[in-house]
Nanobody, 128 residues
């Protein structure tokens, strides 16, 4: 089992920045993949960004490319999401996800149902 705890959400004005953190504990064993998803009220959970075990590969939703950056610190079992130039449409609950399957194809990073472990979520609200 892997436990994930997110932090760093809050209220920010449009154009501002936030950095989300997700700490993994338990049977961490370097998760194969870690990602961020978000869910706005009345909408399905959607992919935001993901990173491979080594950190050498990163993946982004088109809506956040150039504004968000995902990174990780394996020594701290922590993954980060730096969010810049925030827009009101970025308002959502942001969830950290992880998986330990030995093989994780590039398309799998984008799919909600490929991740076995989820955090409780952190609210991000961007005011206009």
């Amino acid at each position: 089992q892997v436990q994930l705890v997110e932090s760093g959400g809050g209220l920010v004005q449009a154009g501002g920045s936030l950095r989300l953190s997700c700490v993994a504990s338990g049977r961490t064993s370097s998760p194969t993949a870690m990602g961020w998803f978000r869910q706005a009220p009345g909408k399905e959970r959607e992919f935001v960004a993901a990173i491979s075990r080594s950190g050498g590969s990163t993946y982004y939703a088109d809506s956040v490319k150039g504004r968000f950056t995902i990174s990780k610190d394996n020594a701290k079992n922590t993954v980060y999401l730096q969010m810049n130039s925030l827009k009101p449409e970025d308002t959502a609950v942001y969830y950290c996800a992880a998986d330990q399957k030995p093989k994780f194809g590039s398309r799998s990073y984008y799919r909600v149902n490929e991740y076995d472990y989820w955090g409780q979520g952190t609210q991000v609200t961007v005011s206009s």
